[in-house]
């Protein structure tokens, strides 16, 4: 799994904005054969100046995230005019750009979809470290912490993507624990395994938005796999809007950088 876009997510999108149900559809409208599109399904690409052409209203930042409005306003159609002779850009020049980042985003789709999420468990008990690894490091890339130093630590050397920490440890506790990664790497989903007597300070820490989620002990091997299962689904919608973030950052460079030359 991972953090990038797909043809897939591209299609069924257009597809939502338009109100189309099936692939046919959607190709009348694109005016490219059905079989185009399943090429663009099996080969995880698609032809950005055939979508640009024939859904000129359609929104990129709704394409690349599947959030917000389907269609730019009239206001935002007239700003991509670029009618002032001044800005650095022409629409063609902007789209350009938007296309080679989206069409880079495919590939290292393509490229990583073959990796496996990446959590991180922390526990003072070396059974359950144990424990948690045989359990689960067929299915996840599994790294393991005794305590809160050691998990802080391995966020520096690991590409950690959910954190799981037990409650009750000496020194740091896990709500402890889990608050200090909010502040150091916010984008790792923070899950906590509890007893019920801890109840009223998870309750604090979920409504501070410090907590994703929390287990209560003894947990169940299909309990997690269900919650790492949102846990990761949350997690790439938060990458997604960074990788957003990111490509407007870009855009704003090579805006400046056109201006200086």
């Known amino acids: 799994?991972?953090?990038?876009?797909?043809?897939?997510?591209?299609?069924a999108r257009l597809k939502t904005a338009y109100g189309y149900k099936t692939d046919k559809q959607l190709a009348e409208h694109l005016e490219i054969p059905t079989n185009t599109l399943s090429n663009w399904k099996n080969r995880n690409t698609v032809n950005w100046e055939q979508i640009e052409e024939k859904c000129p209203e359609i929104s990129w930042d709704?394409?690349?995230?599947?959030?917000?409005?389907?269609?730019?306003?009239?206001?935002e159609l007239e700003t991509n005019k670029f009618t002032d002779d001044t800005l650095p850009f022409?629409?063609?020049?902007?789209?350009?750009?938007?296309?080679?980042?989206?069409?880079?985003?495919?590939?290292?789709?393509?490229?990583?979809?073959?990796?496996?999420?990446?959590?991180?468990?922390?526990?003072?008990?070396e059974n359950n470290l144990i424990s948690f690894k045989?359990?689960?490091?067929?299915?996840?890339?599994?790294?393991?912490a005794k305590d809160a130093t050691e998990a802080l630590n391995a966020l520096e050397d690991y590409d950690i993507q959910?954190?799981?920490?037990?409650?009750?440890?000496?020194?740091?506790?896990?709500?402890?624990?889990?608050?200090?990664?909010?502040?150091?790497?916010?984008?790792?989903?923070?899950?906590?395994?509890?007893?019920?007597t801890d109840m009223v300070n998870v309750k604090e820490a979920i409504n501070k938005g410090k907590l994703f989620y929390y287990i209560d002990?003894?947990?169940?091997?299909?309990e997690i796999d269900e919650v790492v299962t949102l846990a990761f689904m949350a997690y790439v919608e938060?990458?997604?809007?960074?990788?957003?973030?990111?490509?407007n950052e870009k855009i704003e460079w090579m805006l400046r950088q056109k201006l200086l030359s």
């Open 162 to 196: 959910i954190i799981i920490s037990d409650q009750r440890m000496p020194g740091m506790t896990g709500i402890e624990l889990l608050e200090k990664v909010s502040e150091v790497r916010p984008e790792i989903i923070r899950i906590l395994i509890t007893g019920y």
């Open 1 to 11: 799994m991972s953090a990038q876009i797909k043809s897939l997510e591209i299609i």
């Open 62 to 75: 709704y394409l690349r995230t599947g959030t917000g409005p389907f269609f730019m306003d009239k206001n």
């Open 90 to 125: 022409t629409p063609e020049e902007k789209r350009q750009m938007l296309r080679m980042l989206l069409s880079k985003d495919l590939h290292q789709e393509e490229d990583k979809k073959n990796e496996k999420v990446s959590i991180l468990f922390v526990d003072d008990e």
């Open 238 to 247: 938060r990458k997604k809007k960074e990788e957003l973030e990111k490509i």
């Open 134 to 144: 045989a359990a689960f490091r067929t299915k996840y890339r599994i790294y393991t």
């Open 217 to 222: 002990k003894p947990w169940k091997e299909e």
